[in-house]
C-alpha cells in the first residue's frame, strides 16, 4: 500500500505512474476522504482537548453533564472516522506500487526486455515431443487419471518423476541455505488479512481458493505467509536481511486464463514451489533482488538448460511489484522461452500492510522493503528437464547434477 501521504503530496507521480500502468484509478475519492480522515481527527483531538479540562474541574451537576456530552460526541465521531478509515483503506488497497525508474516503459509483456541469455537451444535430429507425452511414455507424468479424480488442470508425478522433484528440493535448498536462507515451510492455509497484507486482495482475490465456512485461503506461494512472518514487528538493523527459503504446495484457480497453456502441467490448479523472501533495508532492496536471480541462474546452469533474464516493462509488472525480473527456461516443444522463476522488489508496498519495520541505530522506525522470487516453479523445472534432455528413443536423460538423488542417468519408457 502506498503512504497517503505522499499520495497527497505527489499526486502527479502517482497519477504518472497509473499511466505507464495502464490503470484506470481516480485518485480524487482517495484525497477527498483523506481530508475528511483529517477533519474528523482533529475534531476528536479537539474534543478530547476539552475533555481532559473538564476532568480538571471541580464536579458539579453541570460540569458532569458536560462531560458526557463530550464524551458522547466523540464516540459519534470516533464511528464516523472509522467509516471514512475503512472506506480510504479499502480504495488505497486498489492502488498500485510505485515503479522504479530503471523499469523499462511499454504497454504488454511483449514490451518486455531481454537483459541477457545463457546456453544455446538444443537442435535435435528429430521432432521433440513435449513433456505430457514423455510423461506418459516414461510413466512419470500422469494428467489423465489426475483428471478423473480431480478435474482438469491437474497431475500426478509418479516413479522418478518424484525423485526428480524431491532432487531438485534438495539441491536448492542447500544451495540457498549456504547463502544465508533460512528452510522453513509456512502453512498452506492463511488467513484474509494475510493475503490483504502480501498485496493480493482486492484485485486478484478471484485468484485463490477460499475455504467453505471458513475465513481462511489457500496459499497460492509461499510469499503469502512468508510476507506475514513479521507482522507487527519491528526489527533491529542489525538483523537485517532476514532471508527465508519457503517449500510449499500451492493453490490457484486460474480464473482469466482459460484456453491458455491448459496441456499437461505447465499451468495447474496445485504445484509445489520454493520461495525466496528477504526483508531488508531500503537502499538494499534492488541488490538483494538481483541476488535473487543470480541463484535462479545458478540452478538452471547446474542443470544445463538454455534460459534468458527478462525485465518486466511498466504495462507487465504485477500490482504489489516496483520492478521485477523473469527468468525464461527454453521449451523445445513450444519453440520458445517460458517463465519459471519470476523475482520481484515489492518495496515497502508489503510492509506498509502488514506493519513490519525495523528501526535503525539512531532509533528512527522505518518500514522494511521485501523481495520475493520463485526460487523454482516445480513442476515448469520437470518440464524444462524433461523436453530439454529427451533423447531420440524416447528415453529421458537425467542432468549430471541430479542423477544421484534419481539414482540412474536415463530414464527409459516403461
Known amino acids: 500500500m502506498l503512504d ?28 477527498r476522504l483523506d481530508e475528511d480522515r483529517r477533519i474528523f481527527l ?85 521432432e521433440p515431443l513435449d513433456h505430457v507425452e514423455l510423461g506418459k511414455r516414461l510413466d512419470i507424468i500422469d494428467v489423465e487419471c489426475a483428471a478423473r479424480m480431480s478435474g482438469p488442470r491437474m497431475g500426478i508425478l509418479k516413479n522418478e518423476g518424484v525423485l526428480l522433484q524431491f532432487g531438485l528440493v534438495e539441491l536448492l535448498m542447500k544451495f540457498l541455505i549456504g547463502q544465508g536462507f533460512q528452510p522453513v515451510i509456512p502453512p498452506a492455509l492463511v488467513k484474509e488479512r494475510v493475503m490483504w497484507g502480501a498485496g493480493y486482495f482486492p484485485s486478484a482475490r478471484a485468484g485463490f481458493y477460499k475455504l467453505e465456512n471458513e475465513e481462511l485461503y489457500l496459499a497460492g506461494t509461499a510469499e503469502h505467509p512468508l510476507s506475514a512472518m513479521h507482522e507487527d514487528e519491528t526489527l533491529e538493523e542489525d538483523k537485517l536481511p532476514i532471508r527465508y527459503a519457503g517449500y510449499s504446495t500451492s493453490f490457484r484457480t486460474e480464473v482469466g486464463s482459460y484456453g491458455r497453456d ?54 507487465d509488472l504485477g500490482t504489489v511489484a516496483a520492478k521485477t525480473f523473469d527468468t525464461e527456461a527454453w521449451i523445445p516443444s513450444q519453440k520458445t522461452y517460458r ?14 500492510r502488514l506493519n513490519t519495520k525495523y528501526r535503525t541505530k539512531d532509533g528512527k522506525s522505518i518500514f522494511v522493503h521485501t523481495v520475493n522470487d520463485t526460487a523454482a516453479a516445480i513442476g515448469r523445472l520437470l518440464i524444462a528437464i524433461i523436453e530439454n534432455y529427451q533423447q531420440k528413443d524416447g528415453s529421458v536423460a537425467v542432468p549430471e547434477v541430479l542423477q544421484h538423488y534419481v539414482g540412474k542417468k536415463v530414464i527409459t519408457p516403461k
Open 4 to 31: 497517503i501521504k505522499f499520495i497527497r503530496e505527489n499526486t502527479s507521480e502517482v497519477k504518472k505512474m497509473l499511466k505507464a500502468r495502464h490503470k484506470d484509478i481516480d485518485l480524487a475519492p482517495i484525497i
Open 262 to 315: 491448459v496441456r499437461g502441467i505447465l499451468r495447474v490448479h496445485q504445484f509445489d514451489k520454493m520461495e525466496q523472501f528477504i526483508f531488508c533495508r531500503p537502499e538494499d532492496s534492488n541488490n538483494e533482488l538481483e541476488k535473487t536471480v543470480e541463484n535462479n541462474e545458478w540452478l538452471l546452469q547446474k542443470l544445463e538448460i538454455p534460459y534468458q533474464v527478462v525485465a518486466l516493462c511498466t504495462g
Open 42 to 126: 482533529q475534531k476528536v483531538d479537539n474534543l478530547r482537548t476539552e475533555r481532559n479540562k473538564v476532568a480538571t474541574i471541580k464536579p458539579t451537576p453541570e460540569v458532569i453533564e458536560k462531560g458526557k456530552k463530550i464524551k458522547d460526541e466523540i464516540k459519534v465521531l470516533e464511528t464516523q472516522l472509522d467509516g471514512v478509515v475503512k472506506e480510504l483503506d479499502e480504495k488505497l488497497s486498489w492502488v498500485p506500487n510505485l515503479i522504479d525508474p530503471s523499469v523499462p516503459e511499454g504497454k504488454d509483456e511483449s514490451e518486455n526486455k531481454v537483459i541477457r541469455k545463457w546456453g544455446e537451444p538444443k537442435k535435435f535430429d528429430f
Open 339 to 352: 517463465e519459471l522463476m519470476s523475482a520481484s522488489n515489492c518495496t515497502d508496498y508489503q510492509s506498509r
